[in-house]
Nanobody, 117 residues
Framework: QVQLVESGGGLVQAGGSLRLSCAVS????????MSWYRQAPGKQREVVAV?????????NYVDSVKGRFTISRDNAKNTVYLQMNNLRPEDTGIYYC?????????WGQGTQVTVSS
């Protein structure tokens, strides 16, 4: 059974930082493309950052977080991270990690991030 468990969310003031983690089990972690999504209240879920499978040398970000967020992975720990710096109130939402490989997609339960102004 594949499980994705996010952690690291919380309440932070604007300009602060948080580091999200997503621990994955039940699948060959390194074979999965890993992503972070977020869903703000009343809005659709959007992709925030993506990291390629294997060594994770390829990353992509939504324009609104470029230069502030960094996605990384540790295949030895089966974990993907999202380092979020200089947080803004508009970054508030539930953050989800997703594991994707051909034929399968898995989601975590999400972790709440709230940025106060």
């Amino acid at each position: 059974q594949v499980q994705l468990v996010e952690s690291g969310g919380g309440l932070v003031q604007a300009g602060g930082s948080l580091r999200l983690s997503c621990a994955v089990s039940g699948t060959i972690f390194s074979a999965n493309i890993m992503s972070w999504y977020r869903q703000a209240p009343g809005k659709q879920r959007e992709v925030v950052a993506v990291i390629g499978s294997g060594g994770g040398g390829t990353t992509n970000y939504v324009d609104s977080v470029k230069g502030r967020f960094t996605i990384s992975r540790d295949n030895a720990k089966n974990t993907v991270y999202l380092q979020m710096n200089n947080l803004r109130p508009e970054d508030t939402g539930i953050y989800y990690c997703k594991a994707f490989r051909v034929g399968s997609t898995y989601w975590g339960q999400g972790t709440q991030v709230t940025v106060s102004s």
